[in-house]
């Protein structure tokens, strides 16, 4: 979309025109971008990197020629157990959601202290602000492209270690970006809990599909209570499981 989008926009300048058409604007680009940090399928700032690739180092994402194929039967779900003491397995459990622990000790005290709520269970998550849908800040946003982008640059390319693929998604919060819906506050934490254990065990942005499936299991060799929950889905199609 970044490659059409800027195609169409080398066009309209060669012939003096307006853009006809933009598929990925900034707040949607932004939105993606958070999102892809926050479920760890993509680095921190990678949609950022890729419009880097196109608008200056001339490297094209054309649309591929895609041959049909026949379609395939997805395999049955399998499962890796991870307990349950699986948050604790971070070295700063309390900080593996959304929280950022140098700005809460950099602003204790002061009025730009992030605000901090608490689940049913106890747990400190970040009070962001909410609304009725997920959205995106425009004004925000304008700044980052204006002001912030090189920074991003910088982090996207740093190697942040195991467990920091959310620190996107963090950002995009920290800066006052997004806004979630009311229901996002604590699921967004729990995600982002979820898919820094994930990194840290190298299941986000590359692993051996082969390893990750011979440390699984099938539904019928799990234990009995865990059958009984996951028992809806011996037969239905999915991806790994984590239980």
Not at 74 to 88: C, K, Q, S, T, Y
Not at 140 to 168: C, K, N, W, Y
Request: glycine share 6%; charged share 25%.
């Amino acid at each position: 979309m970044l490659q059409l989008d800027y195609d169409g926009q080398r066009r309209a300048a060669s012939v003096g025109e307006r853009p006809k058409f933009q598929l990925l604007p900034l707040d949607m680009m932004i939105a993606v971008d958070a999102m892809q940090s926050l479920n760890g399928v993509a680095k921190p700032f990678a949609a950022w990197a890729d419009l880097r690739d196109i608008q200056v180092r001339g490297i094209r994402y054309d649309v591929p020629d895609v041959p049909d194929v026949q379609q395939s039967a997805m395999p049955i779900a399998r499962f890796l157990h991870v307990g349950n003491e699986w948050d604790d397995s971070a070295p700063d459990a309390d900080w593996t959601g959304l929280r950022d622990p140098m700005r809460e000790a950099l602003t204790e005290g002061s009025a730009c202290q992030p605000s901090i709520a608490f689940a049913a269970d106890g747990r400190a998550v970040l009070d962001l602000q909410t609304a009725q849908q997920f959205d995106v800040d425009a004004e925000a946003a304008q700044l980052i492209a204006e002001f912030e982008v090189d920074r991003l640059l910088d982090m996207h390319d740093a190697d942040g270690g195991p467990g920091s693929v959310t620190a996107g998604y963090r950002w995009y919060a920290h800066y006052g970006c997004l806004t979630l819906s009311h229901a996002q506050k604590l699921e967004h934490d729990d995600i982002a809990r979820r898919t820094a254990f994930k990194d840290r065990l190298g299941l986000t942005l590359s692993y051996d599909l082969k390893d990750v499936l011979a440390r699984s299991v099938p539904l019928e060799d799990l234990p009995a209570a865990a059958r009984a929950v996951w028992g809806g889905l011996s037969s239905e199609p999915a991806q790994l499981l984590l239980c």
